[in-house]
């Protein structure tokens, strides 16, 4: 089996035994959801409800005029509690809908309503737009706006490289859901005008690159591309450089690189939002840490508090542990418990303080050049950060610093544990706001 | 509601790897005990003096000027030990202390702490404090008769201590047998007791990965190509003097090397073809110390030169402009242009 890969990168012990195999199972519904009006990478929604109101599950609850976003649906059937700022995963508070539950339907009726073997392209692109469905990697770009055709793409990427240490969604979805990921597949494949799809699995998944083998061994337009087991495998444009070969220069939109990148769990949620009119009202979520009682691949819905889904799995005492939403190379730690599931929230991990990566003392760069051998971005995170940390921002920006994907191996392999992303982080906005003004 | 619970909050990554700064300054140190212990057995309590004079004034000296400049006290992180025990180790036994003890205070003070604190020295500090207190020996005649009385003799010296192999090989005296060198021979400075020592120590920092194995290789490789190519004998070059603690502990220090793998190997190359000209050309000695300072000095150079492009670089850019689709080169007319 020929493992391909890119260059840079580093081996993150990655910690998946507590939860590869586990199968997905449905958690209780929590008594109140909190769903964020923006849920994606673009602009927020306007509610569609207000305090008081009576909602179904699944109903359309807030919407943009803009081309940049996506609908929120009620995951729950209840009754509007407020409108109000919440904590939100991304950092900060952010205006949610509230909904608590009462005595109405609370599941889904997966009812078949189009046959997915005679698609009609206009109504699934309506379908993908109307289900509100965002990539559900973590990038959380709405999915309609790569479903138009393209003349230059030829190939659908499907995201299965999962590369973040612990997380093992997109490993169990593989596994279980195997037939509606081909189906939703060859779906996308039409509606982008796609000849091939290319599944990207990194191979310490191989029960998942059987499964799929053996569902696509008589085609023709199908492929497992294994991929080498290294961080960060799964980010799209290193996933693109070792599928396809392709070099992605920044700022190359699709139809310059032939390929469009997918996650797979996107992927099934788009067949289903086709199938079963079903908008994006749950997602698989890996909860996991050392200390979890239940550690495991949860369907949960969007908008469970973390609070909630930590009882179910025996893990309420959590002082001076690190809640992280998404993974723990680039998700975000959580000031408390409150905070709701999103639609791109691939796990809930909590660190025990020996594992937690304080605030540490750092110091001085002493040059040892790990974070060089090992930025995928063939960047020179050493310059970068003594650049960042004391506001040089123009030569950060001749530095590339732009180019910077956030992966955070620089900060985990540095020895001085100098917080090199985070100040990547600050001085981004800063040098976008210079190159604006310079225009 | 569960508010209450006090939570860790920091910047991701939240992960680390467990190498810090001073498990690898510590890494080092046992990666030099094989030869620290070799001559120790070699020469005795001169040797045992100078690493323990060595290793006081480090110490001493990184916490004076700490305390001159106001900055944090790090002696935790291990680098004043290890400058200390390199400069020890650069010294052969019959050195008077007190010269050892001025080039571990040149070495800290003035190489390292007032460049700014390990990270931002250009020379690697053992090797300056040592070629430094060379550059002043002159003025140290008086001083060295009047604290001669100082000195504590632990017996002959010339019994325990021989002639340095490579001043025997500009004498023309009969070479010493390879395995001699290789293994142990108590001659010259107390790293330069024995090759199979410092490359155990080298081998660990490589398998710990500390250092790479390029750099050690390009530095032995040069040597032993240069020696074949001015007719000396490869093997005896590279086992005597400093060549092996220069290629596995000096040249390959974190902060004075350049930072991508090209550099490294143009580095490497760079200090074994001057070590040959040093030896072959000029003084039989210190060569190894006078190349790895002088390539320090152009290790920004070196870095300018092999600088990558990022990942997301247009590739076309590097397409030189003649060969771009649709530019051609004009076509030459006659001979007279």
């Given at each position: 089996m020929e493992v391909k890969t890119f260059k840079g990168g580093a081996h993150v012990p990655?910690?998946?035994?507590?939860?590869?195999n586990k199968p997905i199972t449905r958690l209780s519904l929590p008594q109140e959801v909190i769903i964020p009006l923006l849920q994606c990478l673009g602009e927020p929604c306007e509610p569609l409800v207000k305090a008081g109101d009576k909602v179904k599950i699944g109903q359309k609850i807030g919407d943009s005029k803009e081309f940049f976003s996506a609908p929120v649906h009620?995951?729950?059937?209840?009754?509007?509690k407020a409108i109000e700022k919440r904590t939100v995963p991304s950092g900060g508070e952010d205006d949610c809908i509230v909904i608590l539950a009462d005595d109405g339907p609370q599941e889904f009726e997966m009812k078949q309503v189009r046959d997915p073997e005679n698609v009609d392209l206009e109504i699934y692109r309506k379908c993908v737009r109307e289900g509100g469905l965002v990539g559900m990697g973590g990038a959380a770009l709405p999915t309609h706006i790569q479903t138009k055709h393209d003349d230059g793409v030829n190939t659908l990427l499907l995201n299965g490289a999962e590369c973040e240490p612990f997380l093992t969604c997109d490993h169990r979805l593989m596994l279980e859901k195997t037939e509606a990921l081909v189906k939703g597949a060859e779906l996308k494949m039409k509606s982008i005008g796609a000849q091939r799809t290319l599944f990207g699995v990194e191979v310490n998944k191989p029960d998942a690159i059987k499964a799929i083998n053996e569902l696509i061994k008589?085609?023709?337009?199908m492929e497992v591309v294994p991929l080498a087991v290294?961080?960060?495998?799964?980010f799209k444009s290193h996933l693109i450089k070792a599928a396809t070969g392709r070099d992605v220069p920044r700022g190359a939109r699709s139809a310059q690189l032939g390929c469009i990148v997918r996650n797979v769990g996107t992927t099934v949620a788009a067949l289903e939002a086709y199938v079963y009119d079903k908008p994006m009202i749950e997602r698989i979520v890996t909860v996991s840490g050392p200390k979890v009682a239940r550690p495991g691949n949860y369907l949960v819905r969007i908008g469970t508090p973390a609070s909630h889904i930590l009882k179910e799995c025996g893990m309420e005492e959590i002082e001076n542990h690190k809640l992280v939403l998404g993974g723990p190379m680039t998700g975000l730690a959580q000031p408390h418990l409150e905070v709701p599931i999103v639609k791109c929230t691939t796990g809930v991990i909590i660190l025990p303080p020996e594992m937690t990566r304080e605030w540490m003392d750092y110091t001085d760069c002493v040059r040892c050049g790990k974070c060089v051998d090992h930025c995928p971005m063939m960047l020179y995170p050493n310059q970068i950060s003594i650049w960042a940390e004391k506001d040089m921002y123009d030569e950060a920006e001749k530095g590339d610093l732009m180019d910077c994907i956030e992966c955070g191996i620089c900060s985990y392999i540095c020895p001085a544990a100098r917080p090199i992303v985070h100040w990547v982080q600050r001085a981004k906005p800063e040098i976008k706001k210079r190159q604006r003004s310079r225009k | 509601m569960s508010y209450d619970q006090k939570l860790v909050l920091s910047p991701a990554p939240h992960l680390k790897a467990k190498d810090t700064v001073s498990s690898a300054m510590f890494d080092v140190i046992y990666a030099l005990m094989p030869v620290t212990l070799v001559s120790v057995v070699l020469f005795r309590y001169y040797a045992v003096l100078l690493i323990a004079v060595c290793l006081v004034t480090a110490v001493l000296t990184e916490l004076l000027f700490r305390k001159i400049l106001n900055k944090p006290v790090t002696l935790h992180d291990g680098s004043a030990i290890v400058t200390g025990l390199l400069v020890a180790l650069l010294?052969?036994?019959?050195?008077p202390w007190w010269t050892a003890a001025l080039a571990t205070f040149i070495a800290i003070g003035l190489a390292k702490e007032l460049m700014g604190g390990l990270g931002w020295n250009r020379f690697n500090p053992a090797l300056f404090g040592r070629v430094a207190v060379i550059l002043i020996y002159p003025l140290f005649y008086n001083v060295t008769a009047a604290f001669a009385s100082l000195r504590p003799y632990f017996g002959p010296i010339d019994t325990i201590s021989q002639a340095t192999p490579l001043a025997m090989l500009m004498q023309g005296a009969d070479l010493l047998p390879l395995s001699h060198l290789f293994f142990a021979y108590a001659g010259g400075s107390l790293s330069e007791t024995s090759a199979l020592a410092i490359l155990v120590g080298g081998i660990f920092l490589i398998y710990k990965k500390h250092i790479s194995w390029h750099m050690p290789a390009a530095i032995i490789g040069a040597v032993f190509i240069m020696a074949m190519v001015m007719g000396e004998n490869p093997l005896y070059h590279i086992l005597a003097g400093g060549v092996m603690i220069g290629a596995f502990f000096m040249a390959t220090d974190w902060v004075t090397s350049p930072i991508t793998l090209k550099g490294k190997v143009i580095f490497g190359v760079a200090i074994g073809v001057l070590l040959m000209l040093f030896r072959v050309l000029l003084a039989p000695t210190e060569g190894m110390a006078f190349s790895i300072l002088l390539m320090n000095a152009f290790v920004p150079m070196i870095d300018r030169v092999t600088r990558r492009p990022s990942f997301s670089e247009p590739k076309e850019k590097t397409v030189p402009l003649l060969k771009r689709p649709g530019v051609r080169k004009p076509p030459v007319h006659g001979v007279g242009r």
């Open positions: 990655h910690y998946k035994s507590y939860t590869e009620a995951s729950i059937s209840g009754i509007v008589d085609r023709e337009d290294k961080y960060p495998q799964g | 010294f052969g036994p019959g050195t």
